[in-house]
């Protein structure tokens, strides 16, 4: 059971506590409080765990501090909706705000190679308005010969970087949980220069120490990548491992499946999943169209294929795009055949506003559902 308080009841407010009280005196209950910090407005929400089948509602939602109770019908259970009872939680961070209703690009390096590729991406980004990139120190490659990713060693001069370009957020990938330390430690020798959302890889999309590890910290928000060869069920209950412990500042990736049925692209590309995970879910959906494709392939219409599934999945609602980028592609160590060029940047925002425009207009479009 899941009690949601009122808007911008704090978990200290004198209601609250009590609340938590008479749930502790039905007999083998316990609670779990969690304050989510949205960019609008904060939600406190109690959740009583155990044997809550017989707990009956009217008590708890006679306080004047609650706005409603809502019995948990289905698994994820700090993740899911249940049933759509549960509003999405968006947050902030870092004077970025992410939600099921915003849009934001994260274009970037796969892995971050020489200090002179990284500055002029975040310089490109700035330039383009953008202040979410995406940059790999730690690489997870199939091969333990290829490049592993410059790990620690690269972070003050990322970190540095931008923070002179205004760089704001960094979806970074971890592979183990000492990268949350040095990320944590980087970050704050360089004065806190920019942020960092900590990715997860669709290797590691089952790998539960770590997902524990990510979720209890809450300093840094998560970027969860499905998992490319388990059921979209079995990746929501692997982000959920995140939630459980603590973080809910939770972002949701597709990245496209591992089976030959998606020939000739890398891996299947499943961005018709991006509205039934903000249904089955509360948390923003992103796009990642570069491992999804995996290439610069390019339709009859001379459109990129990364293009084209990049609209796929904006067109229906994703909330962010992770998309490779390289000044120099040629000379990427890591995935250069599918990185988008800098020239390309213009066009490629270009585009996504065209679909993200379609989207909005879909929306003004719809006339109510008729009921179930
Ligand atoms: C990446 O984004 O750098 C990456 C390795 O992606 P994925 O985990 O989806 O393969
Ligand atoms: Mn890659």
Redesign the pocket.
Known sequence: MIIVMKADVGAEAPEVRQLVELAESYPGVTTELHEIAGSTRTLTELYLLGSTGVIPTEPFQEFSCVEKVVRITEKFRSIGRHGGDLEAVGFEYNGVEISQDTLHLFPGL??VDAAANVDTMFEVLAEHGICTA?A?AY??RTSPYDFQGRGADCLPMVFELAGKHGIKII?M?VTHESHLDEIQTALIESGNATGVMV???????QNFELLKAVGQQTELPVLF??G?GITLEESLNACEYVASGGNRRIVF?L??MKTNLGDPHR?FVDFAHVPAVKRLTRLPVFV?P???VGSRATAPDDVLDIYHVTAQGIIVGANGV?V?FHPHPENAL??GPQALHMDELAEFIGDTQIARDAYERRLQNRTGRRGA
């Open positions: 796969c892995a995406r790999g690489k997870p979806s990938e990715q997860i890889g669709t290797r590691n999309a990548k499905r490319m990736c990245r496209g891996n990642d570069s491992h999804s992770l490779d890591c995935d």
